[in-house]
DNA sequence: AAAATGCGAAACCGAAAGGTTGCATTTATA
DNA sequence: TATAAATGCAACCTTTCGGTTTCGCATTTT
């Protein structure tokens, strides 16, 4: 299925699992009561998730517990990373625009 | 149709022109020479990323240059801040244990 | 041992995505 | 003024997406 870390936080729901196993480890049927979709399409978006190694798991007896794998949310933030530079050299403009007036 | 932001930025294409933008403002027909498919395939992806304001037009005679909206990539990294206070604390852990040790 | 629970996989479906071709429109040029 | 260039838009097609239902398989509970 070849999708990257990028499609995976395209949906909303999936986005809304991340933020949900940031807080704790979850099983399917825990994290599926949040939404209004059934066990098996929350199941669809963790495998999703697992593929792009966003999530991991871990079975207890029958149930398996689904947790964040934080370090590949890095690699977002690596790709902001070239973008981050322009807006901090606009912000800085501006800061020296508004020393500029100031110093009238 | 409804994108939000980070559907925008789920297709490679597009984040290629966000890239591309990135440098320099750009005609639609001097962005679609850096890609393989037509010039109205990119001349949709950049409809969307109209659509969700993270570029702007400005038109010059027959032309229309796009250039990047880098306002709106913030908010990706303000989605992120949420799983950056998890990573940084990860971080901050390693960082004890590493010192521990030296100090052993 | 039988029933219940937790889960993933497969088959199916409608909607959306991403691409192409063909056109209409506006602006520049010969 | 006729032609070329730059662009957007619409129609169409194939593939993917996200959802559901049905099922099978472990594991736990009664």
Redesign the pocket.
Known sequence: ?R?DIF?AI??P?RRAILVLLAAQAM???AIAENFN??R??V??????LTECELVNQEQI????YYSLEIDKMKEIDEWLEQFKKIWETKFNQLDHLLATIKNK
Chains 1, 2 share one sequence.
């Open positions: 299925m999708r499609q395209a949906d729901t099983t399917p049927n979709s059934t098996q399409a199941s669809k978006h963790l495998r999703i007896g029958r149930e398996i």
